[in-house]
């Protein structure tokens, strides 16, 4: 029968591997990162740290999922429904952009971009639009 010191020792060694390979696996994220970083122009830099710093603020999305669901949801649930949200607005915002491209303005985005956006979303993912009948 092995002695309990031996049992530990090999504890021991199984944990430390497990830390290692969560600690190895987690260091390659960020090199990943920062090699995809390397590559970006100055005016990517920007648009990704505006991305990364922008989001909703999780009180105002608990009342709106709350006063949907009538419930209580889990924190977890808020932080999915805020990371949803925000690739919505970032797929309306890519499109409102393809909008005023394709009618050759510039500035600041328009209501009627946005508008456009959505309809054409909508045209291309007929399981987003919320009502049956046709808005715009």
């Not at 591997?17 to 600690?23: I, P, Q, V």
């Not at 999305?61 to 805020?82: D, E, G, M, V, Y």
């Not at 925000?86 to 985005?109: H, M, R, T, W």
């Amino acid at each position: 029968m092995p002695s309990e010191d031996s049992n530990n020792i090999n504890n021991e060694d199984i944990n430390t591997s497990s830390t290692n390979e969560e600690s190895s696996s987690t260091n390659i994220y960020p090199s990943r990162i920062t090699k995809i970083l390397d590559t970006f122009t100055d005016k990517e830099i920007l648009r990704y740290e505006s991305f990364r710093r922008s989001g909703f603020p999780k009180n105002m999305i608990r009342k709106f999922t709350n006063h949907t669901l009538k419930q209580a949801c889990n924190p977890n649930f808020i932080i999915a429904i805020s990371g949803i949200a925000k690739v919505f607005v970032g797929e309306i915002v890519y499109e409102a952009k393809a909008v005023q491209s394709d009618l050759n303005e510039e500035g600041p985005l328009l209501p009627s971009h946005v508008h456009e956006a959505y309809r054409r979303l909508c045209n291309r993912c007929p399981n987003m639009q919320i009502y049956n009948k046709k808005r715009w």
